[in-house]
């Protein structure tokens, strides 16, 4: 890197990181929803610890990565809840079940439960630690064919499946919309997540338990919290543009 890409600049991501909560809250204005609801992650992929550390002075205290080396070389120096630390880190990215010790190692909520042979790595590895993962399941909603997460139609039996893992918490949902030229666009996208968890006949398993929703990024934030998102997971809105080598990684794990 540069020394101008290391440097952070405080003034303009305190200015961008006001101006996404005051975006938010106008959405949950719009749609008769308390601010509260939603927790605001700051995906802090491809930036220097430095970032999160500026970040969190002007207040924000949940980051997301999708590399687990990221994640671990972050948490590592501004450790997460789950570590007794300030902050609660969030895993959003695609998962390779090798990497799954590192995950229930460092972080508070991982997003991108999508495969049963992932669930039984993850189990494994929690009960080892002695500790529970909060978890949500991720879906492809867009019907994308290089999108990570379960089919619409099979998220009910997996959620079914997964009562069976007494070191893993299933709180909710996850999605990535497709791409758009306008966000809203992407509503049906965000309405088919909320509606697939409000369909949901919970089994009497205090394992399962939906109620998060982590939908929507820098371009359609605003849709997915009318549409209620519980988690938004906004990164260039706040950090400023990723290089392109980087951004072109972003969707793997
Ligand atoms: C990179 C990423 C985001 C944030 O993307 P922006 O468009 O920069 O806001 C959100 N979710 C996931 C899973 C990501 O990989």
Sequence with gaps: MTEMETQVD???LAERLAA????????????????EEVTLIG???????????????????????????????????????????????????????????????HA????????LRLAEALERRAEAAGRVLPCLVQVNVSGEATKFGLEPDVVHPFLDEMAR??????????????????????????RLLRRIMETYDAPAHPTVRLRALSMGMSGDFEVAVEEGATHVRVGSAIF??????????????
């Design 10 to 12: 405080v003034r303009t």
């Design 20 to 35: 996404v909560r005051a975006r938010i809250e106008a959405a949950c204005r719009r749609s008769g929803r308390s601010p």
């Design 43 to 105: 995906v802090t992929k491809t930036f220097p610890v430095e970032v999160v550390e500026a970040a969190f002075s002007e207040g924000l205290r949940d980051f997301g990565e999708n590399k687990v080396q990221e994640l671990v070389a972050k948490a590592g120096r501004m450790p997460g809840r789950h570590e007794g630390g300030a902050v609660r880190w969030h895993m959003i990215g695609h998962l390779q079940r090798n990497k799954a010790k590192e995950v229930v190692a």
């Design 108 to 115: 508070d909520l991982f997003h991108a439960l999508d495969r």
């Design 165 to 190: 893992f007494e070191h893993l918490r299933i709180e909710g949902l996850m999605t990535l919309a497709a791409p758009a030229d306008h966000p809203e666009d992407v509503r049906p996208q965000f």
């Design 240 to 253: 400023g543009p990723r290089r392109a080598a980087a951004a072109s990684r972003d969707h793997r794990g």
